[in-house]
């Protein structure tokens, strides 16, 4: 297959155009290196196959509607995956228009674009935070999502109707795939356990949001990609699906696991919850179970065990090349 995929240097695109290169595809990664957090870090992220020879890829934007047609034809591309987003519930709150232009604009033109090319599969990133504050625990895909708790989580929603409506309208095969806090690996450095992680390695106090019972559903990266490289072959009609980590845990549990991982207990800086964040995401995850045989293998321990190897081994590398 030759993929047009977007957002392709961040986390999660990075570890997906890794996986789709070693089981043999092309993919054509559009990226504009957006500045919600240093773009060397993107450059970083694909610095391992930057000169692979399936790999392409294109500085620009999903809002250049003339650019992505063109990518499209002339690669012949025949899936697309959507991963690129102003990401962060925290940020949108503050910059909602840049938030709903990227998200809600950016998807549309994506759209068009594979519509007037006759590109009519698309794997797209929604989230958990579609969900809002939902009482019907855990959160099934066919619940209401229609109370977003932050323009984030409004965008993330509004991608899917679109979505549906380009299926609706011109028959295009989509997965909107609701990812639940995805760690592992190259996370974003302001999400919760890359940050954690930092400040305990560092002996700094680590900042915590409300009284530490809030509670999320942590997927690993490698489960993510596993989903999403399923949702590729699996693409047929519309689908809505989870794709979660095996359980959800508590901020305190989440951070006696990094104590125990790094070796030292923390210093904790109690601070009031933030408005967008949600109290609890929990994912029902037999539908993407049913769909694409989706079934996360990845257990929240081992995870996080993983992720502060990594971390110190990269802080090592880095270390050595100052
Ligand atoms: N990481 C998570 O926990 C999580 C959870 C739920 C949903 N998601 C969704 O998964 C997707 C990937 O998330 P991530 O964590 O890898 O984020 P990321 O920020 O690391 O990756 C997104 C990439 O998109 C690029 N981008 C942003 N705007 C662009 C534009 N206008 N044109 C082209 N490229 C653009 C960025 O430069 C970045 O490299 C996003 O859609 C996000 O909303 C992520």
Request: aromatic share 8%; net charge negative.
């Amino acid at each position: 297959m030759t993929i047009l995929l977007t957002g392709a240097a961040g986390f999660i695109g990075s570890h997906l155009t890794e996986q789709l290169l070693a089981v043999g595809h092309q993919v054509i990664g559009l990226d504009n290196f957006d500045d919600q957090y240093d773009p060397y870090r993107k450059y970083d992220n694909i610095h391992a196959f930057a000169e692979h020879p399936r790999f392409e890829l294109i500085k620009g934007d999903i809002r250049d509607q003339a650019l992505v047609s063109d990518l499209l034809k002339r690669h012949a591309c025949d899936t697309v995956v959507h991963l690129a987003a102003r990401t962060g519930v925290r940020t949108s709150v503050t910059e909602p228009a840049r938030c709903l232009d990227v998200n809600v604009n950016g998807t549309l033109s994506l759209l068009e674009a594979m519509r007037v090319t006759n590109v009519g599969r698309l794997v797209m990133a929604s989230s958990s935070s579609v969900y809002g504050n939902s009482n019907n625990v855990p959160f099934r895909e066919d619940d209401s999502a229609n109370q977003p708790l932050s323009p984030y989580a409004m965008s993330k929603r509004s991608g899917e109707l679109l979505a549906y409506t380009y299926h609706h309208l011109y028959g295009f095969d989509i997965a909107c795939l609701r990812f639940f806090t995805v760690y592992g690996p190259r996370q974003r450095p302001e999400m919760a356990i890359s940050r954690f992680t930092e400040q305990l390695i560092n002996e700094q106090p680590i900042t915590l949001f409300g009284d530490g019972t809030t509670a999320r559903n942590y997927t690993y990266i490698h489960d993510t990609v596993m989903g999403i490289l399923r949702a590729i072959y699996c693409l047929s009609g519309y689908n809505l699906l989870n794709v979660g980590g095996p359980t959800s845990v508590t901020l305190h549990e989440l951070v006696q696991l990094i104590e125990r991982a790094v070796g030292h207990k923390a210093t904790i800086d109690w601070q009031p919850a933030q408005p967008g964040d949600v109290v609890l995401t929990c994912a029902d995850l037999s539908l993407a179970a049913e769909r694409i045989g989706y079934r996360p293998t990845v257990s929240i321990d081992e995870g996080i065990n993983r992720f502060v190897r990594w971390y110190k081994q990269d802080l090592a590398k880095n270390e050595t090349h100052i």
